[in-house]
């Protein structure tokens, strides 16, 4: 078997002919554009009785009708047993089941929307305070945009654990008010560039007809007021029936309807006790025959037209936070003199003249304004235009535009092509070293002395060095020997253990490193002993990896072992027999398939109940050690985990989606986030090794794959290798990038792009990917030959 690296191995896009600018700055979102787009859509949907059902479908309607490049997909909560019957194709939720949850987040991501849009609000997901959102927001890969629908000023801890926590999640928020924005800003600490203010939408019908539609309703020439919605105390609704005595005495013509149907929830608590409070106490005042009630949850249009017969509005509502009131759009887009308690909306829609505000649970506020308004005709239609004026801004023409524009500057932008034979620069890799080592982690692209060393970053570095092309041997070797006396100094012979951990002032950590750090130190001694291109560094390769190999004794960590595992083997490419490595392997070997036999099941063909790091890591080793020892059967077993978990790491739109670190512990379970370049770097080496054994299309697709998700072929459409400098961010988290650049990251692209060209260069590959590769300007990469 041949090595995997054997010696022939809202901005613009970032310009194809400059391979060598830093590409770290082009924002996925710049070109956003009237593109093709897929949206699911999450919320309550009618006809299902609330707000928010209403909303969403609304929205639904409006972008089919104004935004036809938009294709979206619904999937509506509901209460297990409502018996409601919804529109073809809407999907139904359970809002109690938590199954049901990670159910929809597969089914979202397996349809591959390009964009995610939910409503939030607490009372429409199961759990305290509607938690159970969280656990389909944490699976969902597809960029998130969350609609606030209430934000609360004081939330109880859980209420503002949850709206913390999908602020987390979310690529772009949308709420309806300034106040909205500036609590998620500086209560909930949301990034106020991701906060969008977008107005809610309303008809756009014609002004001025209320003399057709009264006729229509039978109201002849009465002054109509009105309020519609789903009736409940926080309606207020007892403030304005308490007015009307004082309206009718000078204004006897006047009609107050009273529209919708009580609200589902409190009619399961009391029944219709609410509304039959309501109409006693007009009997008791004296003013029933001057109410009308419509008890119905009315279609949109029915509604639009029973609202086009009024004259006045009433929103008299108790709860001053309330941010947002899709009837009081309503009224103001039609053109309604709008009088309203001074609730946050309210406050910001009526402000200068658009309409009255009054002093809240006050019913001699109410009437005085009423019978202003009714004494002055030409105040009344003073008020009138200028609400409709206003409302113009919030139509659906304009509020679908503005929808879509904030889904497209969340939907991932296709990345520009970057050849996959550009090499990266090794500046950003040689700005992490000094002359003890490669530091672990940087701030941004700067270096972090806080943490120091380890030494799993100095043996990936130490293999980067018997690879890499295009260095001068004075260079390779200067470096090559920085990172093997780390390697050397990390060996502690007291406890047979390699140490990881290193302190800036070069005293270490601890006694002894990981399982992991020093199953990691043996794969380095291997590699260099079989590929370093100076025979000293062999040789010392070989010694200490004779001296260090019995760190592994007793280890049953699968992970540690496979990388001890893929270092015997290099060893043995070497030296065709080793008896202490032969050991290690067949120790190794045994352990993953005793552990794939104890795992197994139909839907799960790994080694583990749960999915870690370097998962790839574990079927190479395999593949590596049936090759050396001749064991077709190890060699299957690896060949067919990995082709399990290479689907498991390719998402439907045919980008690749590693393991998120939020899956590790979870039991036969995967998460999208957040998403690490060591684990696409593991993609490409495993499916190198099984190309190797096994040339097929596949592999070297999937390795192909791994690759560009470095490059913004990823759910953020994030650019986290930069070919210039060699640098790469620390991963993709739902909310785009991690702008780090620490070692591992660094070295995961740089090892990433060698095996690449490795895969690339073999004629065989050319030969079997046909025009998939045949189309990328590719050269070979440089051969680096052993001096």
Same mark, same amino acid.
């Given at each position: ?279 006693? &106490?007009? $009997? ?10 419509? #008890?119905?949850? +009315? /279609?949109? @249009?029915?509604? *639009? ?51 009255? &505000?009054? $002093? ?10 009423? #019978?202003?308004? +009714? /004494?002055? @005709?030409?105040? *009344? ?93 004075v260079d390779r070797l200067s470096w090559t020997s920085t990172f093997a006396s780390f390697i050397q100094y990390a060996w502690n012979p007291d406890r047979n253990h390699f140490r990881n951990f290193m302190r800036f002032d070069r005293t270490w950590c601890e006694d002894e490193g990981s399982d992991d750090s020093n199953g990691r130190a043996l794969w380095a001694l291997g590699d260099t002993a079989e590929h370093s291109p100076f025979a000293d560094m062999q040789d010392w390769a070989r010694h200490l990896f004779d001296q260090t190999l019995h760190t592994l004794d007793g280890v049953e960590s699968p992970r540690a072992l496979a990388f001890g595992m893929i270092g015997a083997c290099a060893v043995l490419r070497v030296e065709g027999r080793h008896a202490a490595a032969e050991a290690l392997i067949h120790r190794g070997a045994g352990l993953l398939e005793r552990l794939l036999t104890a795992s197994r099941r139909p839907d799960w063909a790994w080694f583990e109940t749960v999915l870690g790091y370097d998962n790839p890591r574990l079927p190479q080793a395999l593949i590596e050690a049936g090759s050396v020892l001749g064991r077709s059967d190890w060699t299957d077993l690896g060949l067919d985990t990995l082709d399990w978990i290479a689907e498991r790491q390719v998402a439907a739109n045919g980008m ?132």
């Open positions: 078997m041949n090595h995997p690296y054997a010696d022939d191995s809202l901005f613009p896009d970032r310009p194809e002919t400059s391979p060598v600018v830093p590409i770290f700055a082009r924002n996925p979102a710049s070109n956003a554009s009237n593109r093709s787009l897929d949206l699911a859509l999450i919320g309550t949907y009618v006809p299902r009785k609330c707000g928010i059902a209403t909303f969403t479908a609304d929205v639904a309607e409006q972008l089919g009708h104004y935004h036809q490049e938009i294709a979206t997909s619904v999937y509506a909560f509901d209460k297990g047993k409502s018996g409601l019957e919804y529109p073809s194709g809407v999907n139904r939720i359970d809002q109690d089941d938590r199954d049901a949850y990670i159910a929809t987040a597969r089914r979202i991501n397996e349809s591959a929307p390009d964009a995610v849009w939910l409503q939030h609000e607490f009372g429409i997901f199961g759990g305290p305070d509607g938690e159970m959102v969280c656990d389909l927001v944490d699976r969902i890969a597809a960029p998130l945009v969350i609609t606030f629908h209430t934000v609360l000023s004081e939330p109880n801890a859980n209420q503002r654990r949850i709206v913390e926590h999908l602020i987390s999640r979310a690529s772009r928020i949308m709420v309806m008010s300034v106040h909205g924005h500036e609590l998620l800003v500086k209560l909930y600490k949301a990034p106020a560039d991701r906060v969008a203010i977008i107005p809610h939408g309303a008809p756009d019908r014609p002004f001025g007809r209320e003399a057709d539609f009264k006729r229509v309703l039978g109201l002849g020439e009465s002054n109509v007021l009105m309020t519609f919605g789903l009736l409940g105390p926080g309606k207020g609704l007892e403030h304005a029936i308490s007015a009307l005595p004082g309206i009718v005495s000078r204004h006897p013509d006047t009609i107050y309807r009273i529209v919708g149907a009580t609200h589902p929830n409190l009619v399961a608590h009391e029944g219709e006790a609410y509304r039959e409070r309501l109409i006693a &106490l007009a $009997e008791q005042l004296g003013v029933a025959g001057h109410i009308q009630w419509d #008890n119905r949850f +009315l /279609d949109t @249009p029915e509604l *639009l037209d029973q609202l086009e017969a009024c004259d006045i509005y009433l929103t008299p509502y108790p709860n001053l936070q309330q941010a947002t009131s899709g009837t009081l759009s309503y009224a103001i887009a039609l053109g309604k003199a709008v009088v309203a308690t001074p609730y946050v909306h309210a406050r910001e829609l009526l402000a200068d003249g658009v309409g009255v &505000l009054v $002093e809240p649970s006050s019913s001699k506020a109410i009437a005085d304004a009423v #019978n202003a308004l +009714l /004494d002055d @005709p030409d105040y *009344l239609a003073a008020t009138r235009r200028r609400a409709y004026a206003e409302g113009r801004k919030t139509i659906w023409p304009r509020f679908s535009d503005a929808s879509a524009a904030l889904v497209q500057s969340a939907a991932v932008q296709p990345p520009g092509e970057i050849p996959l034979s550009a090499t990266p620069g090794l500046n950003g890799f040689l700005a992490m070293c000094d002359a003890t080592g490669m530091l672990q982690h940087a701030i941004g692209i700067v270096p972090d002395r806080r943490h120091g060393y380890c030494l799993d970053d100095n043996a990936r570095a130490l293999i980067l060095m018997n690879h890499a092309p295009a260095i001068s041997p690749f989606r590693p393991v998120g670190s939020e899956s590790f512990g979870l039991d036969h379970g995967q998460m999208p986030f957040d998403q690490q370049p060591l684990e696409a770097q593991a993609a490409i080496e495993a499916a190198l090794v099984a190309y190797i054994e096994q040339p097929a299309k596949r592999w070297a697709d999937h390795a192909t794959t791994a690759y560009r998700w470095f490059l913004g072929a990823n759910d953020r459409g994030v650019i986290l290798g930069d070919i210039a400098s060699g640098r790469c961010r620390d991963g993709v988290t739902p909310r785009g990038v991690n702008a780090n650049c620490g070692a591992e990251s660094i070295l995961a692209f740089q090892l990433g792009h060698v095996a690449l060209q490795r895969l690339l260069a073999d004629r065989r590959t050319t030969q079997c990917v046909g025009e998939t590769l045949a189309e990328v300007d590719h050269e070979p990469a440089p051969s680096l030959a052993h001096s």
